[in-house]
């Protein structure tokens, strides 16, 4: 609810705001009040459709992680701009309509500087846009480079304030029993397809756990009444998001079935390292699926190859930037005092497709308002220097001020 509340939220306001400027830059060149609507509707709420459906799509893929909670969250805020982008080109042009000649923008000296100032703005970057190129993209290369070492995990007490009750237990068990008693381990160690002794067997599945590597102890096998199943609770040398932590686990299940007791690992840290690598190995198969889908959909909506193309490589750079700048203060633990964050830690494991979903939806959306506006003035003039400029003159500020509000 709170993911769909937000993005239904910063979507409606974006589309109504967007087809709310166009109408009175309409108005404002004379055009009668429902001639304008018609036009700000068939041209701002045609590009509020197509960037709808690109968010409705990327939050939609949420569902390919195959995590219950997320596939709900990605349906229901993709339901939340499905409304959004209705209400936008049916309340909006209804009110629009009510409010009549009030909407006529009148003649302010303010305004025209801040036109003119957009218009230097734009005529800077029409001169200068290999050097404006070149600098964004090492820029954002740089930010990016942090991220190439991103470590995945869910938060655990050891990561909430010193003066936090939760935080003064896990230190005081760390201190007193070691890193990895906050960590522990439970194996459930099924022998039911064991022939000769059971309990033999367990003991020699305890007996090869405490031969792993980073293992501070093993509690002997408990077995249920029938004998078929024990329980083993292994206390790792390390914490519950260390590295080493992850590979005891992968070590534990790879000795399964060597005396026929298949081993199966679980509890909070087991679970969260689970949850982390699946997350992890479904980034990419995302990514390139709503990236690819967007490719496909600019290409339809704009007829152009390069415009999908420059899209999608500032939608790339725009993501490992952002991700290089949470692995610099969140992982790495620079400026964390600035930014007043208790412990560094792994980047919470849902973040990453997270954000992919959120801020490829918004690169879309920002995409399409600005090409479409220089595409309606490209077709007046055939001028593309003096669309491009028009462009960032009309709906650089709105994409500005939609990116505040979100």
Not at 27 to 45: D, P
Not at 78 to 99: F, H, K, N, R, Y
Not at 183 to 189: E, H, K, N, P, Y
């Amino acid at each position: 609810l709170s993911l769909a509340g937000m993005i239904g939220l910063a979507v409606g306001i974006d589309y109504a705001l967007f087809i709310f400027t166009k109408h009175r830059q309409f108005l404002g060149e004379g055009i009668q009040k429902n001639e304008s609507i018609a036009r700000a509707t068939g041209t701002a709420g045609s590009a509020v459709v197509f960037a709808g459906l690109t968010v409705i799509v990327a939050l939609c893929g949420l569902t390919i992680v195959n995590i219950p909670f997320m596939s709900a969250m990605g349906l229901t805020a993709g339901l939340s701009v499905l409304l959004a982008v209705l209400a936008s080109i049916t309340l909006v042009p209804a009110v629009l309509s009510i409010t009549g000649k009030r909407m006529i923008p009148k003649p302010n000296k303010k305004k025209e500087k801040q036109s003119s100032e957009t218009n230097v703005w734009g005529r800077f970057v029409t001169k200068n846009p290999i050097m404006l190129s070149v600098c964004s993209i090492l820029i954002l290369l740089v930010i990016s480079i942090p991220s190439m070492h991103l470590e995945l995990g869910l938060p655990d007490a050891g990561m909430k304030a010193k003066d936090n009750p939760d935080r003064q237990a896990y230190d005081l068990l760390a201190d007193g029993f070691g890193e990895g008693f906050n960590g522990q381990l439970t194996i459930v160690a099924d022998a039911t397809n064991v022939t000769g002794n059971k309990a033999e067997a367990f003991a020699d599945a305890v007996k090869e756990i405490k031969g792993l590597d980073h293992v501070a102890s093993v509690t002997p096998a408990m077995p249920n009444k029938e004998g078929n199943f024990a329980i083993i609770t292994v206390v790792p040398t390390t914490g519950p998001n260390d590295v080493a932590t992850k590979d005891l686990v992968k070590d534990v299940r790879s000795l399964s079935d060597k005396n026929g007791v298949d081993l199966l690992v679980t509890g909070s840290t087991a679970v969260n390292i689970d949850i982390s690598d699946r997350l992890n190995d479904a980034i990419p198969v995302f990514a390139v699926l709503i990236v690819g889908f967007a490719f496909v959909l600019l290409t339809i909506v704009f007829r152009s190859l390069l415009v999908p193309l420059v899209a999608v490589a500032g939608f790339i750079l725009t993501m490992t930037a952002t991700l290089g700048i949470c692995v610099f203060v969140l992982q790495d633990g620079n400026l964390i005092d600035f930014f007043k964050i208790p412990e560094k830690g792994p980047i919470l494991a849902f973040l990453p497709i997270l954000s992919i979903g959120i801020l490829f939806g918004l690169a879309m959306d920002y995409q399409v308002f600005l090409v479409s506006r220089m595409r309606e003035e490209y077709v007046k003039t055939k001028n593309p220097v003096q669309a491009i400029q028009a462009g960032l003159k009309h709906s650089g500020p709105v994409v500005t001020a939609a990116g505040l509000i979100m």
